[in-house]
């Protein structure tokens, strides 16, 4: 029933943060599936450099397992002190498009 509730308000949301309960029974924090998460209309938040990484993080973590994508998230976001750093931070240490 939760599930036919989700979809159906769905579409009226600006965000979707999927947490994973596997994750939190492992004391994973925050247990965010980030690979399921998302913002929509992010292109309005961000700038096109930006984005641009962005998009790359997205596809460097959807080739991954959840955990392991999440893992890698938070060790590279404790090593920088700002967005704009663990943006630089990513953008230097993922591969080109072209590598995909």
């Known amino acids: 029933m939760d599930e036919v509730i989700f979809e159906e308000f769905k ?37 096109a450099h930006e984005l641009a990484i962005m998009w790359k993080l997205r596809r460097v973590l959807s080739n991954m397992d959840g955990q392991q994508a999440l893992g890698m998230l ?9 967005n704009a750093e663990f943006l630089i931070q990513i953008s230097k240490s993922t591969p080109n498009r072209d590598g995909f």
């Open 11 to 47: 579409g009226t949301g600006n965000m979707e943060l999927r947490l994973r309960r596997e994750y939190a029974e492992k004391r994973i924090f925050p247990a965010i599936d980030v690979v399921q998460s998302g913002t929509r209309r992010e292109e309005l938040l961000l700038g």
């Open 74 to 82: 938070l060790k590279q976001m404790r090593k920088t002190q700002s």
